[in-house]
């Protein structure tokens, strides 16, 4: 068995034991004169036929095989490892002394395998040697195998040949299933310590030594502990470890300089590019596991400035879209490379909701089955209300960019079903943030904005501001006026909605001439209308509440001069009739105009937008 500071001693007396100098020129013994020459990479040593043809066969073939008698010199042309192995080589040949390590046990694998020096020449020849050190030192450690493992990157397809990359990923891929099971009989063990020490022995300590590794070997290195049922926990902590230690850096000058993202990409970004594309790939496909959003935005982001391909983004897109609910804003915020283009990239937020909608689609078809109780699970119905809030609050982020067209803010709009928003406070502020940015807008495109906000979906506050807001169409203020008067005639009569709801209701029974089909599109319209309709009365009975608080003050503190909330709308209300005649058009111009300046602040505004 050879020992981990394996040493090859010598058996040659001192007078005679070859001594390698800095000069490969130079003789090898001080007193027996050398009769062949050896190149290797340009580098000539003056050696002696026969302590090598003793041990190695291919030179022994070569002396065999030479048309002169009495050769002289002999060239190794792609010797493995270079001058500097087969320095170790001949060492080994005459018995000199010198170390196996981890660092040159693969180049000397390889040159024993290209000198053909086996058992057949010589009983424990190199061959043997560096196996035993393999098999004894370096595949029973993980560190060790890690470390052979790097060392095979430089090497020619002759590594590959004799399997040495090969068993150096199934040692590792092994002993990382025995660090496992001894980090479970650990956690058994922590059960009464406190949590910090319990999360001490989650921890697999070789996840940093993998990020020496080339990302060829790193992902046979992960494939492989899959296979053998490493925890994906501990398969992400190395995925994530390996990034951040090999994609530092990236992006600076794209951002800095978006002109740099339509060049040319150097050799750099090119192996950046494969490595996120292989990082990728190697996500565990488990849904239970949990893969920190912060990192796949990252990876996203990375995979958008390195021109990664097209189906690792939309795995990227995919995987996040599974979770856009829990996600936060500064994630979606996204720069665009587009020189001219908006400021943020809005078709990558644009595509994830689309996979998010989807995936809403495909839950509620898995829980509307004609053998369920008509009712589909309410976790999709609030992970909905959550994005749709997520998007409303992403709507008013971008809303200032001047550059954003109003294709791309609309298309955000609109993608979201109605039953996404339980009020329509955050659309409003977002549509009003733009329409003040982007002043240059027509009657007609603001029109096209506006279309979206139901105005009897928007709160007390917001209808107040929105009802002396000169930004909007006039079509709208009306709409928000007429609103606001039912809702109060409803306050007064004590009435919360239940005559519509009621009358949803009735209008969504399935009709027995209807197909079994139709049937069930119509529960799921109507149970999702209902579900909308309940959140909404919930918001609503909120600011009933308040309404009345307000109005019982008011008329207390203005019973004395008659001026009531109902008398102050009213005389809003009739002002409406001025709108419909001839001179209605002036003042909707005058409005037009006010809007382009936006110096005028004399009405007062309670809802902020800016």
């Known amino acids: 068995m050879v020992s981990e500071n394996s040493s090859l001693s010598s058996k040659r007396s001192p007078a005679t034991t070859p001594k390698f100098c800095n000069s490969f ?34 030179i022994r073939k070569m002396v065999a095989d030479a048309k002169v008698s009495t050769v002289s010199s002999l060239e190794l ?8 192995t087969f320095e170790l080589a001949m060492k080994f040949c005459y018995g000199m002394n010198f170390e196996i390590t981890t660092f040159n046990v693969t180049r000397l694998r390889c040159a024993a395998e290209y000198l053909e020096m086996t058992e057949e020449y010589k009983d424990q020849n190199l ?11 370096v595949f029973q450690d993980l560190q060790k195998s890690v470390e052979v493992l790097s060392t095979c990157e430089m090497l020619p397809p002759l590594v590959e040949q004799i399997e040495i990359p090969r068993r150096c990923v199934e040692s590792i891929a092994m002993n ?6 001894a980090s479970g009989l650990s956690r058994l063990e922590c059960d009464g310590e406190s949590r910090e020490l319990k999360e001490d022995c989650v921890i ?68 950046q590019r494969t490595i996120v594309e292989t990082l990728v790939s190697l996500m565990p496909a488990d849904k239970n596991s949990s893969i920190p959003l912060t990192f796949m935005f990252g990876m996203l982001k990375m995979a958008i400035i390195l021109g990664a391909a097209i189906p690792c983004r939309l795995e990227l897109e995919r995987r996040i879209s599974l979770r856009l609910e829990t996600v936060s804003l500064d994630d979606l915020l996204i720069p665009s490379l587009q020189s001219g283009d908006s400021l943020f990239d809005v078709d990558t937020v644009h595509r994830l909701l689309e996979n998010f909608l989807q995936r809403i689609e495909e839950e509620e078809a898995d829980d509307y089955g004609y053998d369920s109780d008509g009712f ?56 009003d943030i733009y329409l003040k940015a982007h002043p240059a807008l027509t009657e007609q495109e603001c029109k096209k904005i506006c279309k979206f906000i139901d105005c009897q979906k928007l709160s007390q506050e917001a209808c107040n501001h929105a009802a002396q807001n000169d930004r909007l169409p006039l079509q709208m203020v009306v709409q928000v006026l007429y609103c606001e008067q039912l809702r109060l005639k409803n306050a ?5 909605g239940d005559g519509l709801l009621s009358q949803r209701i009735s209008s969504g029974i399935p009709s027995a001439a209807m197909s079994p089909r139709d049937n069930y599109a119509s529960l799921r319209r109507e149970n999702r209308e209902l579900k909308l309709e309940i959140s909404r009365m919930r918001v609503r009975l909120s600011e009933l509440e ?37 001179g209605g058009r002036k003042c909707q111009k005058s409005s037009r105009k006010s809007r382009a300046s936006e110096g005028k602040t004399g009405r007062s505004r309670k809802y902020s937008v800016s």
């Open 25 to 58: 020129t130079t003789r090898i013994f001080a007193d027996v004169a050398g009769d062949i020459t050896i190149v290797v990479d340009g580098e000539s040593f003056l050696l002696h036929k026969f302590p090598l043809v003793t041990l190695s066969g291919k």
């Open 376 to 431: 589909g699970s309410t976790s999709s119905h609030g992970s909905l209300l959550k994005v749709g809030q997520l998007i409303d609050a992403y709507l008013a982020e971008i809303a200032t960019d001047p550059y954003l067209s109003m294709q791309k803010f609309v298309g955000l709009i609109e993608i979201l079903p109605e039953y996404a928003r339980v009020i329509d406070d955050g659309l409003y502020r977002a549509v």
């Open 77 to 84: 042309l792609n010797f493995p490892g270079g001058h500097q």
């Open 546 to 582: 308040k309404e009345q608080m307000f109005m019982k003050q008011g008329m207390i503190d203005k019973a004395g001069n008659g001026r009531t909330f109902l008398t102050s709308l009213s005389k809003g209300i009739g002002r409406i009739g001025i709108f419909s005649s001839q």
């Open 492 to 496: 007064v009569s004590g009435s919360s």
């Open 127 to 137: 061959i043997s040697r560096t196996e035993s050190y393999l098999k004894d030192i």
């Open 176 to 181: 990382a299933c025995k660090e496992q099971l």
């Open 204 to 271: 697999a300590w070789w996840v940093e030594d993998l990020s020496v590794l080339c990302i060829d070997f790193f992902q046979r290195v992960i494939c492989a502990m899959g296979r053998m049922g490493v925890r994906s926990e501990s398969i992400m902590a190395s995925l994530m470890h390996y990034a951040q230690s090999s994609l530092k850096g990236i992006g600076k000058s794209q951002f800095l300089n978006p002109s740099r993202a339509n060049s040319s990409p150097t050799t750099m970004e090119l192996d």
